[in-house]
């Protein structure tokens, strides 16, 4: 696997954050990263967090990162690609406190989409 920082993900992420109104992501603590190589025949893109026991013992904050999977995300139209970082942001909970939302009933294709239709109205 290969992995670079993603510069277009993150401005994207910011946009989707800023025109959302994402207030309890703390932009700052999350961050982005491109991907290359995966064996993974469907994920698109993935949220990882440090454990609550690494960010007590290294003295952090929660962070987050954004990882987009190179292979699949780029062929993917932008429309598509808001809807990917829409559904990667749903994961993170309104405490920010380095944990991860469940899909179950939280993160749905009818939320992702109505989500995306008020990103596409502030536009």
Known sequence: MKY??????RDLTLDIINKLELNHIEIDQIHFI?????????????????SKILQKSLNMKPNYVIEVISERYDT????EKEKI?????????????GGLLPHKNIIT????????KKYLEVK
Not at 4 to 9: K, L, R
């Open 4 to 9: 670079n920082f993603a510069i277009d993900v």
């Open 34 to 50: 491109r991907s290359n190589g995966t064996k993974s025949r469907y994920v698109l893109a993935r949220i990882h967090t440090l």
């Open 76 to 79: 993917y139209s932008d429309t």
């Open 85 to 97: 970082i829409i559904h990667e942001l749903l994961h993170i909970p309104n405490s920010f406190k």
């Open 109 to 116: 294709k009818k939320i992702i989409n109505k989500l995306h």
